[in-house]
């Protein structure tokens, strides 16, 4: 029971992610499509309010480090969203085996957007230095999220 309550505290449908985790074999398959369906588009949710931030910080960042970090996440969340795109309509098409991978994606680009702040690169300003993420939470919700949304689509 813990796995499942790791899996669904950064969710903000708590209940309903456990109920559909705990059931039995029978329904659970559709909980699991519902729930699926539900993460994947809070998900994308999230990834859209991101690429909208950051493309407004950009605007007025005035930092060269900072900015790099802001255009690399920028980049980032641009391609989670086109995955995110593609992975809406698999969904809708029951084909449940190809969201694995590119729902994995998602995760791994929000993870490399605040590995950005956390470790920059060199950049053409000199040695990259640890920023703070105006972020963090989120792109740590867009991994988690995903991450259930790619275990789930890994048992369907």
Known sequence: ???????????????ACIHALANGPGKATEDLKVLLNILSRNVQAIVGEIYSIT????????????????????EEY?????????????????DYKRVHQPITIVSDLAHQCQEHFD??????????????????????????????????????
């Not at 988690?144 to 890994?154: D, E, H, P, Y």
């Open 1 to 15: 029971m813990k796995a499942l309550d790791n899996m669904c505290r950064y969710s903000n449908i708590y209940g």
């Open 78 to 94: 641009k391609l989670a969203q086109r995955y995110l795109n593609g992975i809406i309509d698999v969904i809708q098409s029951e």
């Open 119 to 156: 470790n920059p690169p060199d950049s053409l300003f000199g040695v990259g230095e640890s920023r703070v993420s105006p972020f963090l939470d989120l792109n740590n919700l867009v991994e988690k999220l995903a991450l259930g949304a790619a275990t789930i689509s890994f048992g369907l």
């Open 55 to 74: 493309e407004n910080l950009m605007t007025n960042e005035t930092d060269p480090w900072s900015k790099d970090c802001l255009q690399a996440c920028h």
